[in-house]
């Protein structure tokens, strides 16, 4: 009688994570956001950027690479259950990252994003506490913000956008922002929800089967993609008022074009929402942020 032996080599679970993977984990195409805002809120403050480098490059690198790359990595680590169903092969639910390393990561990188605003006065440290406490409250149950269609993309679009244009405005005027610079990076934090809105679609089935109740999930893709159409475009119809107001007709022109090119957009998602986030996120969205620093230009020093 012949006995068959198994020969194949098993594979050893991994102990440590993959270091393409930590930077997979990260994800570095959503650091743009909150860098270009900090960078807005650095324009609009009026102040001229000689002495003031260090400043920029370390708020720079605070909101992207550290704030916004630990507020990925806890949300991974809280999604990681959703992630196996909607993403298997993320780093996390895939093995890459073992263990818990995801969320060893994600506190790592908490405490050191505490330690890196310290360097930038009172103003860019308080910041970066609030943003710390928003990505925990976005993912962390029992708070979990995520679950909510409203309250989730809300934090996010605050965080992202209001949160750092304050913080550069503050760090180089060295206090307070003024009252205009305010007003435009609140109502581009609101608008902001919409663009959130949009990227919960990819997620559309895992989040329906979890129970994290997005816009789409609540209310389908078709009204949620409308909703977010009109949450885009208000804030925006807003900052043109305003500039109008402040006498800067020229910079709400160039406003009112964005938009109207944002609109045609729009009419090219609401045809098949589902199917066309992706391509809006990089067309809609584009012009977006590109008004975002428009605005920054104009107000640039108004009191």
């Not at 959130?196 to 979890?210: I, P, S, V, W, Y």
């Amino acid at each position: 009688m012949s006995v068959t032996t198994d020969l194949t080599p098993t594979k050893t679970p991994r102990t440590l994570p993959e270091p393409r993977a930590v930077l997979t984990l990260l994800k570095p195409i959503t650091w743009f956001p909150p860098m270009w805002a900090y960078l807005c809120g650095a324009v609009s403050a009026g102040v001229a950027p000689s002495g003031h480098w260090l400043v920029l490059v370390i708020g720079v690198v605070l909101a992207g690479p550290v704030v916004c790359g630990m507020s990925q990595a806890a949300n991974d680590w809280c999604d990681r259950h959703v992630d196996a169903i909607n993403e298997p092969n993320r780093p996390i639910p895939s093995g890459r990252i073992p263990g818990r390393w995801g969320l060893w990561i994600a506190i790592i990188m908490s405490v050191g994003a505490a330690g890196l605003g310290l360097t930038l006065g009172p103003w860019g440290f308080g910041a970066t506490l609030v943003a710390i406490a928003a990505a925990w409250a976005y993912s962390v149950e029992p708070i979990r913000l995520k679950r909510s269609g409203w309250w989730g993309p809300g934090l996010v679009g605050l965080s992202y956008e209001t949160l750092p244009w304050f913080t550069g405005a503050a760090v180089l005027s060295a206090g307070a922002p003024s009252l205009p610079v305010i007003f435009v990076a609140l109502l581009y934090g609101i608008g902001a929800h919409g663009i959130m809105t949009l990227n919960d679609f990819k997620a559309l089935e895992g989040d329906r089967q979890m129970g994290v109740n997005s816009l789409p999930v609540t209310l389908g893709p078709e009204r949620a993609a409308k909703l977010a159409c009109v949450i885009m475009a208000l804030p925006q119809i807003a900052v043109i008022g305003l500039l109008v107001y402040w006498d800067r007709p020229w910079f709400a022109a160039a406003i009112i074009v964005s938009l109207l090119l944002q609109l045609a957009a729009m009419r090219v998602l609401l045809r098949d929402p589902k199917a066309k986030a992706p391509w809006y996120n990089g067309t809609g969205v584009s012009l977006y942020v590109l008004g975002m620093m428009v605005t920054a230009f104009a107000i640039r020093g108004l009191a």
